[in-house]
């Protein structure tokens, strides 16, 4: 106990934002979340040179080339085995982040960026194209840990104030990847032949640049006093993520997370699972994170070539166009941003998942009506437009943050597993089966994605409470308030039900029934 008299004195949390709070938000993104928008749009431009490199050496191996079908199907490996990756990753960050904490494991992951940079570089000199396979499995592997860890790091250095700013820089940085690969795969810059292996391996440029700087800054204090029970350690981290301040607060505040977790170590997924006190937070992981990608975001991409051409988009100018979307995606990320704070969580993920509706709709409609009406053209370019921007305003990023807001630091590392691994499964899912949904349902394909959102928009409406402004004890008694309240009104309503004497006709008499709604 004698440590605790190195707390500098009570006071009130000074929540400004620090050159050491953006310093870190920005190098775990470009370092990390940047990466997977990159390997996202990178195999998009280099396909057919791709698929050339695989032919040829198959001919130099066995002395014929490959088929249509098998060629289809070693690309269509190329892509999907990055999703498989992705999902192997979300299933070990709880181990990971526990073992060698948060920064610690963004750190300690680099190692897979270089593995995975030099297999898909080095591989057309080798002549093996299960180099290039294996590379995209390994930084699927380092995208699926960085959607989890980079989220849960920033939430739980940032103070409650500035949570939503900071949890939002991932997204924005994921943006900025996909831009970067949609640029470099230009003709004029790496969209060239001989190229590719570069363009493929280049993402190795920001890790480096973050495995510099980051180590030199303070591992998440949250971490060290709730598991690492180090408390100069987290003095020491909270002075230097906070300007000139009295701490004490802030570290009380963890100290009482830590006073109702004395009992409790870190869950694992089942047990999670099976806790009934966290099961409308559960539910409401997995429903964000599966709206999240079945929303359609990534058959948007899939089909936005298809519908610009439509638009009379001349052929040569799509992938400058297409370059254009990824701009209003890092915009419409910068807009979420720096809106959070004001509007709340609740507001960005409904306005988002409501304009990806509307605007999935409106594909519909304007892909079957442009038969008769030539301008209707213009409205589903003006539709992708609008869904790419809703998913960079909310869902593209919220999702991640909201996981990190409504657990304990017991429950944390296994919610990301679950949010994670239901994510890359349902990305997995739209790749499979869009293709098939498109074929069978042609246009029509899109009102599956708009009723989703619209779904998912409801019952963030309806279920999540505002985190804005809050700290994690705070959240979690929102929570706990929540269900025996909704159990209660049922239970009243029952027995009220009950005791209502039936009139002549075998109705029930009318009944004011209030409940508190405090």
């Known amino acids: 106990m004698a440590e605790e008299v190195l707390i500098p004195p009570a006071g009130k949390i000074t929540a400004h934002l620090t050159g050491s709070l953006l310093a870190v938000a920005f190098l775990t993104s470009f370092g990390s979340s940047m990466l997977y928008g990159y390997n996202l749009a990178v ?47 979300s299933l070990i960050v709880g181990v990971l982040v526990t073992r060698f904490g948060r ?17 898909m570089g080095f591989s ?24 989890s860890v980079v989220p849960m790091y920033l939430g739980e250095i940032a103070p409650k104030n500035l949570r939503g700013f900071l949890g939002l820089v991932p997204s924005i940085f994921i943006g900025i990847g996909v831009f970067t690969a949609q640029i470099l795969g230009l003709h004029e810059l790496l969209g060239k032949e001989e ?14 640049i973050q495995l510099m700087l980051l180590p030199w800054f303070p591992e998440s204090p949250r971490y060290l006093l709730i598991e690492k029970h180090n408390v100069h350690a987290t003095i020491t981290a909270l002075k230097w993520y906070r300007a000139k301040c009295n701490i004490q607060a802030e570290i009380e505040e963890m100290q009482e997370e830590q006073r109702s977790l004395s009992s409790t170590k870190t869950l694992s997924v089942w047990n999670l699972l099976h806790d009934h006190t966290v099961r409308w937070q559960v539910l409401t992981v997995m429903v964000i994170n599966i709206g999240m ?25 799509i992938p400058y166009t297409t370059a254009g979307t990824g701009v209003i995606e ?28 509307v ?52 429950h944390r590392p296994a919610a990301y597993i679950v949010g994670g691994s239901l994510n890359w499964l349902s990305n997995f899912t739209v790749g499979f089966v869009f293709p098939f949904l498109q074929m069978s349902a ?3 394909c899109y009102l599956v994605f708009a009723s989703i959102c619209l779904s998912v928009a409801v019952y963030v409406y309806a279920v999540i409470p505002e985190t804005k402004n809050k700290t994690f004890m705070e959240i979690s008694q929102l929570f706990a308030k929540k269900e025996p309240v909704l159990e209660t009104e049922c239970l009243l309503l029952v027995d009220q039900m009950k005791l209502n004497k039936m009139n002549g006709y075998g109705v029930l008499k009318p009944a004011s029934l209030t409940f508190d709604s405090s």
């Open 124 to 147: 057309r000199s080798c002549g093996s194209p299960e180099m290039v396979i294996l590379g995209r499995f390994i930084t699927g592997i380092h995208s699926g840990i960085s959607l």
């Open 330 to 357: 890092i915009i419409a990320g910068l807009i979420g941003c720096f809106t959070i704070e004001k509007l709340g969580r609740k507001p960005l993920m409904i306005g988002g998942f409501t304009m990806m509706g």
């Open 103 to 119: 920064k610690g494991t963004v750190v300690n992951t680099t190692v897979l960026v270089f593995i995975a940079s030099s297999l």
């Open 359 to 410: 605007c999935s709709a409106g594909i519909t409609f304007s892909l079957i009506l442009q038969i008769n009406l030539p301008f209707m053209r213009y409205i589903s370019v003006g539709c992708v437009v609008g869904i790419i921007a809703g998913f960079c305003i909310g869902p593209a990023g919220v999702p991640f943050l909201v996981t990190a807001e409504l657990f304990k630091q017991s």
């Open 195 to 208: 190229h590719w292996p570069l363009f493929l391996s280049v993402l190795v440029v920001p890790t480096i």
């Open 442 to 444: 042609g246009s029509y």
């Open 293 to 317: 990608q079945l929303s359609g975001i990534d058959a948007i991409w899939f089909y936005t070539n298809d519908i610009f051409e439509n638009a009379g988009i001349p052929v040569l100018e």
């Open 43 to 89: 195999v998009n431009s280099p396909a057919m040179y791709i698929k050339s490199f695989y032919n040829k050496t198959a001919l130099s191996r066995n002395g014929k080339g490959l088929s249509g079908e098998t060629l289809t199907l070693m690309y269509s490996l190329t892509v999907s085995i990055f999703a498989i990756g992705g999902l192997l990753g």
